[in-house]
Each structure stands twice: as structure tokens, then as C-alpha cells.
């Protein structure tokens, strides 16, 4: 009688080690799977007052500010962060600048300066939608308002009085101040009546005007207004 106690005993024991050994892996399996990110970033541009007072939370709709005669104004730069996914919108006066959609930020957001990577961007001219740009990389730097496109990039017109409404460059460089878009490697543009090659080529956000080079020292072709 008392072997078979005994034999109890050691049973239960084996037992509850093997339950708490379970229940450990189990808080472990739970602890290292991390939440997915939701990150939303507003800045306005330098020049601005920064205030010293407590951080607000952060959410995802776009903090309006007001300005000194009480009319209110969105955020110069919203970033916004969903797992990997990454929207970001550049205004100019509380105008859309840009917008784009990427499927991944790797880059320093705290200096203004990030690469976005598969990116499809929408370019603005005083609020109004121009131009669209689709590229494997971007580099988008906050304080220049310059947006570098690298990897094959396609820029389209979406002004109906655009003189060429599709081009295809190597890399792109957008100088959003200046509405003012260069491009080069291997230049291949589609016009309404004809397509072009060239090596590269300038032209207005809206592409209204475009210049093409054969050559970087010898013009080639140029359309549009002059």
C-alpha cells in the first residue's frame, strides 16, 4: 500500500512539471510575435514654432493647425506607417505636393530624408494632379522638396495638354520647387503622334514642355510650348 502511494505521488509530480513546462511555451510562442506597426509622422516645414509643451498621440487623421488669422492648415509632411506599407504626402500652402504609396521605408525620417522602395507617386502643381511616377526606388528629401528616382522609372502625363504623356528613363530626378523634372539612361517618351529616344531629356511637372538630348552636349528634339 504504501509503494503504490508512492508510485501516486512521483505520477503527479511528472505531471504538473510537464503542464508548467507547456505553459511556458506557450508565454513564449506569445511574447515574440510583435504587433504590427501603425506609425503616423506630421511635420511642417522649417521655420515653423515648435512647441515644448507634452507630445500628443498620435492617430491617424491629419492634425489641422491654426494659422494666426484662425484659418486652419494641414501638416507640411504626413507619413504614415501600416506593418511595412508606407504613405506619404508632401502639401505646399495646405496643397497636395506629392503622394505616395510604397511598399517599404528604409530611411531616416527624424532627418528628412527617406527611400521608399516600389513606389507609385502622384505629382501636384498648385493642388492640381500633373503627373504620375511608378519606380522600384525613391529617395525623397524633406528639406529640398527633391524626389530621386532610380531603377526604371515611368513617368505619365495627367494633363490632357501635355505635349508627351508617357516617358520611361533609368533614373529621374523631380525638383518639386521648381516644377521641373530631368531624366536620363536610355530615354524612350510617347507622344500623341510619334516616340522618341534620346539620352535624356528636361521637361516641366506637367510635360507640356519637353526637350530631348541625343547627346548631353547636342540637342536633339524638342515639343511643346516655348
Known sequence: MRVIRI????????????????????????????????TTIQREQQGSKKSNGPSQPQTNE?????????????????????GQKVNLTWQDGGKPKMRVKADKLVGNTVAGSASLEKVDAELYEDGKLVARLSAPLIQA????????????????????ASSIKTIKAKWIKWYSRDNKIIGNGGITAVGPVASINAAEFIADTRMKTVRFNANPAEARAEVGER
Open 7 to 38: 508510485l501516486t505521488l512521483l505520477i503527479a509530480v511528472v505531471f504538473i512539471a510537464g503542464c508548467a513546462k507547456d505553459s511556458q511555451r506557450i508565454e513564449s510562442a506569445s511574447s515574440s510575435q510583435q504587433p504590427e506597426v501603425n
Open 62 to 82: 491629419p492634425t489641422k493647425k491654426q494659422d494666426a488669422d484662425g484659418s486652419q492648415k494641414s501638416p507640411d509632411l504626413e507619413l504614415k506607417i501600416h
Open 141 to 160: 528629401d524633406e528639406k529640398t522638396r527633391i524626389v530621386t528616382a532610380t531603377g526604371g522609372v515611368t513617368i505619365t502625363s495627367a494633363d490632357p
